[in-house]
């Protein structure tokens, strides 16, 4: 059964079960709950909805929870991983993405229980094996955090 949403032919969002089969991240480290508004390989915006329950939270911090900045990083190269994997899938490549470096890291409000982060990707350029991804992490319109994902794209073991 496909779980993605598609209008004329195209992939406009993804569902939970869709991207456990796209990535192999699995609890506690997969960071998206669902992609939405998906454009080829070209943006999305993937959705994190950030509960209390979560492990982080007994650590970072117990009085004051505080989302941590490196995993809202993960989230957005989870997101632009995603849709490259199934854009790639759809074309006959079975592929894994792996975080090459991360540029213009900016981290302007924190996020915590209760928030819904959405993960807004756009593609900057990709070139055979090596995609670049600009990112930004908004809460209740408000950008959080930024950045500039490098992403290397390797053809899967199978």
Do not use: C, W
């Not at 195209?10 to 796209?22: D, F, G, N, V």
């Not at 480290?29 to 454009?39: A, C, E, G, T, Y």
């Not at 490259?84 to 975080?99: F, P």
């Amino acid at each position: 059964m496909n779980d993605s949403m598609i209008e004329n032919g195209e992939l406009t969002a993804m569902s939970l079960a869709e991207i456990l089969k796209s990535l192999p991240h699995r609890y506690p480290f997969l960071m998206i709950d669902k992609i939405i508004r998906i454009n080829g390989d070209e943006s999305a915006v993937g959705v994190k909805n950030v509960t209390y329950n979560e492990p982080m939270f007994q650590g970072h911090f117990p009085e004051n929870p505080i989302f941590p900045g490196v995993l809202i990083i993960e989230g957005m190269a989870q997101t632009a991983g995603a849709i490259v994997i199934k854009h790639d899938s759809g074309v006959g490549k079975k592929n894994v993405v792996l975080m090459l470096g991360i540029d213009k890291a900016k981290f302007r409000k924190p996020a915590g229980p209760g928030d819904t982060i959405e993960f807004h990707i756009a593609k900057i350029q990709r070139r055979r094996n090596v995609g670049r991804y600009k990112a930004e992490a908004i809460v209740n319109g408000v950008v959080i955090a930024e950045a500039e994902i490098a992403a290397m794209i390797i053809e899967a073991n199978s």
